[in-house]
């Protein structure tokens, strides 16, 4: 059976369509597998060879291959549901009601692009928080941490104009709050809610130009800023890990070969050279099958708990967008309450612009601030603790808003306890 088999993998594996489509031998030996890494579109983004602990789960935690796929997930689905729905308030709302009682499967690629949507930003914002944690920011990788706190912007972003599309009470209210705090920006605010509109209420002009940017101008920004964002994982040295001892003799330069050993690499492969070198470090692994197989694992994992979710909850919809009946209260979408919440502390201006402008600003400058080496690799090292102590308190705080947001306020923004009897948005 098993010299069949071989027969038969050989003769496939020597065959001019297997040649034409992949261009190098079965992955099964060390040339043949850094190939199958560098000759894939989808693959060559990964380094030929990782450290082990990057395919340990409880580091990295899988977040950013997460929501790579929940960004793929959203593009399958949302391209479902463009042939099924026009964007105007004439027929955004029954278009919804289409897919909830016409289309073959339409509820379910609803609920999938939906709580996929916000797993999405849930996603970016733990791998973020991960990245923190683990000190993965500090040099060489400060670049690309500036770049995952715009990813997160944009994530909000495209989650955001998503929100407006069923048109129905919900959809429509929490973007004209969201809207109206944009507008509370002195000089300018007016002007972004004008242009975020399309003029000064939330209708025709407003779903096409949400519309247009949920479907393509941020989707583009996405795939753009994704595609730059792995390709400096990789140039920066790869996933950040502890500090690798340096054989006797041996200089950091030498274990890890500045940029141009992607080169190198390249040219040891295509002479039938190892890639590990004695100067190399010993703590590694071939990408594929080790972390390949992984992600795939973890993928597939991901995508049948998503299903189930989609089959047993259904995304919300509420009666058509009326203008005219304002629900009391009228609430964000679930990232912004935190920022509502703080506006019925302070004055919008403070409150919702100021403090989140500061936020943002202080993620952007921390890597060039916070120069100290050590910790890299670590979660909650403890040279980092003060640092550490304060973002979690930042987080948690962000969390708590939200959930009094969610479930603490009732009608006319009055506190209620979760287990009192009101109306929920």
């Given amino acids: 059976m098993s010299t069949d088999f071989n027969r038969w993998k050989t003769k496939v594996v020597e065959s001019r369509v297997w040649k034409s489509i992949f261009r190098h031998g079965y992955p099964d030996t060390e040339t043949n597998r850094a190939l199958a890494i560098m000759s894939n579109l989808f693959l060559h983004l990964h380094p030929v060879k990782v450290r082990r602990h990057a395919l340990k789960y409880n580091y990295t935690l899988g977040l950013g291959g997460l929501a790579l796929l929940l960004f793929a997930i959203e593009a399958i689905t949302g391209a479902f549901l463009m042939f099924y729905y026009t964007p105007s308030v004439e027929r955004a709302f029954l278009d919804m009601k289409d897919l909830e009682f016409a289309v073959f499967f339409g509820v379910l690629m609803r609920n999938l692009h939906r ?113 730059i964002h792995f390709w400096r994982i ?134 060039y601030v916070d120069r100290d080496p050590r910790g890299v690799g670590v979660w909650f090292a403890p040279e980092r603790r003060r640092i550490v102590t304060i973002f979690t308190l930042g987080v948690l705080f962000v969390v708590l808003l939200i959930l009094v947001g969610e479930y603490c306020r009732g009608p006319g923004w009055v506190w209620y306890w979760p287990w009192e009897h009101w109306t929920p948005h």
């Fill in 115 to 227: 709580w996929s949507a916000h797993g999405m930003v849930a996603v970016v914002f733990l791998h973020l928080c991960r990245v923190f944690y683990t000190a993965a920011y500090k040099a060489p990788r400060e670049f690309n941490w500036v770049l995952g706190v715009f990813l997160f912007i944009v994530t909000l972003a495209f989650s955001y104009t998503g929100y407006l599309l069923p048109w129905d009470q919900l959809s429509y209210w929490g973007v004209t709050v969201g809207t109206g705090i944009a507008g509370s920006v002195p000089k300018i605010g007016k002007t972004i809610s004008f242009l975020l509109l399309g003029g000064n209420i939330t209708g025709q002009n407003a779903l096409l130009r949400f519309y247009v940017l949920h479907c393509f101008v941020l989707p583009m920004a996405v795939c753009v800023m994704m595609g």
């Fill in 234 to 367: 990789r140039k920066d040295g790869g996933i950040s890990g502890p500090p690798v001892e340096e054989p006797e003799g041996a200089s950091s330069q030498e274990i890890f070969p500045a940029t141009p050993e992607k080169k190198y690499a390249l040219m040891s492969v295509m002479k039938g050279k190892s890639l590990l070198t004695d100067k190399e470090p010993e703590d590694t692994e071939s990408t594929f099958p080790h972390l390949v197989s992984k992600e795939l694992t973890f993928g597939i994992l991901a995508v049948v708990g998503l299903l189930a979710i989609s089959y047993f909850f259904n995304a919300p919809l509420e009666e058509v967008a009326n203008p005219e009946k304002t629900p009391s209260p009228a609430k964000a979408p679930w990232y912004f309450l935190w920022i509502q919440e703080m506006i019925s502390w302070a004055p919008p201006f403070w409150s919702g612009v100021v403090i989140p402008g500061l936020v943002v600003i202080a993620l952007i400058v921390l890597p």
